[in-house]
């Protein structure tokens, strides 16, 4: 019996020397953070509440703008409920010609509490590229990025191809890989070695492909042509004019790192509205222009690959665009399901946070799209169309 304990704690003891190794060797050390920073936190991936296990840097608010209310309450019916808390929603809320039309918070998140963006922060740093636009800093989205960045040797890359995703960056997107770049730059502190040591496979515009590390180039960009981070750039050109009640955060690779620009800004629910009622309000905020309506409508445009020859019908410049039966309909989007959508024409934001997103409906769509109920529509996830439900069964009523 002792025999056969000694001879298991040896070979466990033996794989672990091993897995050790094997990380030390292939150089991914960044998976001992990513283990402390989730199954050791009781997680199995990455978490909304992040903030904890990183250094992050803060983006500071300025005057308070406060919402207007038209605010209801118990207006979910049952079923939406059920819906919303199936998939561990933490907030739900509905801005209608800029007052707040619904305001629901779940669990232990409050109106204050900071959630991760997750990949909607892609488009605030597709904002902050309009944004410097405008100001003259950065002649053109068609720049070659090389113009930025004398590192790259490809002149063919420009901006507009990376906020299109047809650059043909070489990476691997994955948010459930182990070993993916995606993983690599949240939990490592190499990320601006990552991006000098960026390779583009194909000819760029040749094809849509989704890439994480295409925003965090864009990042590289910003600060090569403004000598200002993200950070700073989103704290004077965006967060204290739109009226944040609240300070931001943006995950930082390690102390005084790089800002993971391509997920990772921590908001509070009605301030992520705000970057939502910005694009209603055709990038003002009260009499003040933050972004130039013509930048701001090529960014939440369909864009092109193949040198304009085939319409991307469901992603613009770094924002989602779905062409609903009634709507066009702009949205940013985030891996665990947070969303920013969008709705122009009917004057209308929908902000949800929580912990999951879905394939599968539960919540009938009869009354607005003759479609299954059970789909994933053209990587438009099926969670989308029943917040979308949702806030216009509110509005019929």
């Not at 933490?90 to 918070?105: A, Q, W």
């Not at 399901?337 to 009917?346: A, F, K, S």
């Not at 912990?355 to 099926?382: G, V």
Request: proline share 2%; charged share 25%; aromatic share 12%.
């Amino acid at each position: 019996m002792k025999k056969t304990i000694k001879y298991i704690l040896f070979s466990l003891l033996s794989i672990f020397i091993l897995i050790n190794l094997i990380i030390l060797i292939s150089g991914k050390s960044y998976l001992y953070k990513g283990i402390s920073a989730t199954y050791l936190r009781g997680q199995s991936g990455p978490g909304i509440y992040d903030t904890a296990v990183f250094y992050n840097a803060e983006i500071a608010n300025g005057e308070v703008d406060n919402w207007n209310y038209s605010l209801r309450r118990n207006i979910l019916l049952d079923t939406e409920l059920s819906a919303l808390s199936e998939i561990r929603t933490t907030s739900f809320l509905v801005v209608h010609k800029g007052r707040i039309l619904l305001e629901e918070y779940f669990d232990n998140h409050k109106e204050f509490t900071r959630s991760n963006s997750f990949s909607m922060a892609k488009s605030i740093v597709a904002l902050l590229i309009g944004i410097m636009k405008d100001e003259g800093v950065i002649k053109s989205f068609d720049d070659p990025i090389s113009d930025y960045l004398p590192h790259i040797d490809d002149s063919y890359v420009t901006i507009r191809h990376l906020l299109a995703m047809t650059s043909g960056m070489q990476w691997d997107e994955s948010g459930k890989n182990p070993l993916s770049d995606n993983a690599a730059a949240y939990y490592g502190k190499n990320i601006e070695e990552m991006m000098r040591k960026a390779v583009f496979s194909y000819y760029p515009d040749k094809k849509f492909y989704y890439a994480s590390g295409n925003t965090q180039m864009l990042a590289k960009v910003l600060l090569r042509a403004t000598g200002r981070t993200v950070s700073e750039l989103a704290e004077d050109y965006l967060w204290k004019k739109i009226g944040a009640e609240k300070s931001a955060l943006w995950s930082l690779s390690k102390k005084d790192g790089m800002e993971k620009a391509f997920c990772c800004f921590y908001a509070t629910t009605r301030d992520f509205a705000r970057i939502g009622q910005l694009l209603i309000n055709g990038g003002k905020w009260q009499n003040e222009t933050i972004i130039q309506q013509k930048t701001l409508e090529e960014l939440i445009s369909h864009s092109t690959a193949l040198n304009g020859e085939i319409i991307n019908h469901r992603y613009g410049l770094h924002f989602w665009i779905l062409d609903y039966p009634e709507h066009k309909i702009v949205y940013a989007r985030g891996i665990l399901g947070q969303y920013i959508i969008v709705i122009p024409d009917l004057d209308l934001v929908i902000v949800r946070t929580g912990h999951e997103r879905k394939d599968k409906m539960t919540i009938s769509l009869s009354q607005d799209s003759k479609k299954p109920e059970n789909f994933y529509l053209d990587d438009h996830p099926a969670d989308l169309f029943e917040y979308i439900a949702i806030a216009k069964r509110i509005l019929r009523n």
